[in-house]
């Protein structure tokens, strides 16, 4: 996790996210026109969908990786280490995301909230996530916390496509969606599609390398646990009156089905 083959790409992935990030911004505020109806406010939409789009991927890596995790041929503790980075990454794209939704909601709407069906599966979505990060602060061996928080996390993703879908299955003030709607018929063109487009990639790219970040200090924050454990089990080792035999009884029945180390 710490070579250098790993921290250029990181740093390569900072670049490109800062890069296309501005280069957005610039066309979403100076280039791009104003919508016919929304006018200025239409701006928001380059960052808003992409946040939201990302917050959608974000918990999509999240379930994959739990799945991979309680599947035994594929069992390791990285997968584990992965889900819960992307999920933190997916709560705070999901927190902006109901921010620039309310900026959004308060000149469109005349209000900063409303219980909107949109709005409020997204603020549970929020919720069930964080409620994800708490139960795996809950001590607990390695295994035991990785197949309870895959479980809560695939849990957690049902609410996914229940927002996604919300705008068609029930009336809600917030609009349609622009681009994947039922119909596949994309709803802005020109400049504005393509500023839009390049908020979704550019966006995705900062996901990536958020990603990269949170992943490496997961790992060494197991490897820090690992050493700790190790360390407390040489100490009881050289213990008086303490066979090692006993030792190594003890540490392999409390460590049944856990995975290898990062």
Do not use: C
């Not at 790409?9 to 957005?24: D, F, K, N, Q």
């Not at 791009?32 to 239409?42: E, F, I, K, M, S």
């Amino acid at each position: 996790m710490g070579s250098k083959r790993y921290q250029r790409l990181r740093r390569a992935m900072g670049i490109v996210s800062v890069l296309l990030v501005a280069v957005t911004v610039v066309l979403g505020l100076w280039v791009t026109p104003p919508d016919v109806v929304q006018g200025q406010l239409v701006r928001l939409i380059y960052v808003h969908p992409p946040m939201a789009w990302v917050a959608y991927l974000a918990y999509g890596v999240t379930s994959l990786a739990s799945v991979l995790y309680l599947w035994r041929r594929t069992r390791n503790l990285r997968w584990d280490l992965l889900a819960a980075s992307s999920a933190e990454v997916g709560v705070i794209f999901t927190g902006l995301t109901l921010i620039t939704g309310s900026i959004w909601g308060r000149p469109a709407w005349g209000v900063w909230w409303t219980w909107d069906a949109r709005l409020t599966t997204t603020a549970l979505l929020f919720v069930l996530y964080i409620g994800y990060l708490a139960l795996r602060r809950i001590p607990a061996d390695s295994h035991q916390r990785a197949v309870r928080s895959a479980i809560a996390g695939l849990i957690a993703f049902i609410d996914v496509p229940i927002v996604h879908q919300s705008v068609v299955w029930w009336r809600t003030l917030h609009q349609g969606a622009t681009v994947l709607n039922p119909s596949l018929s994309p709803r802005i063109h020109g400049e504005m599609a393509s500023t839009l487009l390049l908020g979704f990639i550019a966006f995705t790219f900062v996901y990536v390398w958020m990603l990269l970040h949170r992943y490496q200090i997961a790992a060494l924050e197991q490897n820090v646990l690992d050493a700790e454990l190790e360390k407390l089990i040489q100490e009881r080792r050289n213990e008086p009156g303490l066979g090692s035999s006993q030792i190594e009884s003890s540490g392999d029945a409390n460590n049944v089905g856990q995975p290898s180390k990062v």
